[in-house]
């Protein structure tokens, strides 16, 4: 079975500052890792995938994120954050080459940007 | 695309009461997903479907709750009778199966359920 630890519940930081959420996985065989984001009532959507290639990826709104197999960590990154990145980021993981497409979720890290 | 639509958007009830909440999928999408959302436990996968065929159920609580496609435009989540725990947001999620293999999901934007 997969899981996913995200270490911080709630993240406060001021505008422009640079931001780290961090998230750890555990799992006996090898995964796609992912951050999606909630906007206050709204539904989650994709914010970035590592599916293989470059340990480095990037997705929308500045975003990134960085896979370490060997710390079994996917962190997201932003090197300046607005008050618009409020928002619960969720890290999740699926299995690859498996034939269920399920999706394990973090419990999420709850991004609060202050002006 | 209108996205995933998701009915009602809120639903109050009552202790004992059936309570069933609807979702249509991305026209396209023959994967979807149900999904409970709650402070305590985070978000969960309930059962998911592809070509309106349950996969995998795993996650549905008990025999409380059921689900069903009748077509690939439109699902139910089912619970009866309802209780206090039950209270939650529920979201629908729809894949391609393109996307599906690499977690792409889209969500709908959730009902949000209170049991009284």
């Known amino acids: 079975a997969q899981s996913v630890t995200q270490l911080d519940s709630q993240v406060p930081v001021f505008e422009e500052a640079p931001v780290e959420l961090r998230c750890n996985y555990s799992?006996?065989?090898?995964?796609?890792l992912f951050w999606y984001v909630q906007y206050p009532n709204q539904g989650l959507q994709l914010l970035l995938k590592y599916l293989s290639g470059s340990t480095l990826v990037k997705g929308i709104n500045g975003f990134e994120a960085e896979f370490n197999k060997s710390q079994t960590s996917f962190h997201l990154r932003k090197p300046s954050v607005h008050i618009s990145d409020t928002a619960e980021y969720f890290c999740a993981v699926s299995v690859i080459g498996g034939s269920n497409y399920k999706l394990t979720f973090g419990k999420g890290t709850l991004l609060t940007v202050n002006p | 695309d209108a996205g995933v639509i998701q009915s009602p958007r809120h639903e109050v009830t009552e202790m004992g009461q059936e309570v069933t909440l609807r979702c249509k999928p991305i026209?396209?999408?023959?994967?979807l997903f149900w999904y409970r959302q709650t402070m305590m436990r985070g978000l969960e996968l309930l059962i998911y479907f592809n070509n309106n065929v349950p996969i995998d159920d795993s996650g549905m609580p008990e025999d409380r709750f059921s689900a069903k496609m009748p077509n690939a435009s439109f699902s139910t989540l089912k619970i009866q009778p309802s209780e206090p725990r039950d209270s939650a947001v529920y979201f629908c999620?729809?894949?391609?199966?393109?996307?599906?293999?690499?977690?792409?999901?889209?969500f709908g934007p959730g009902t949000r359920l209170t049991v009284l």
């Open positions: 999620a729809s894949s391609s199966p393109q996307g599906a293999p690499y977690g792409e999901q889209f």
């Open positions: 799992s006996s065989v090898s995964v796609y």
């Open positions: 026209s396209g999408h023959d994967y």
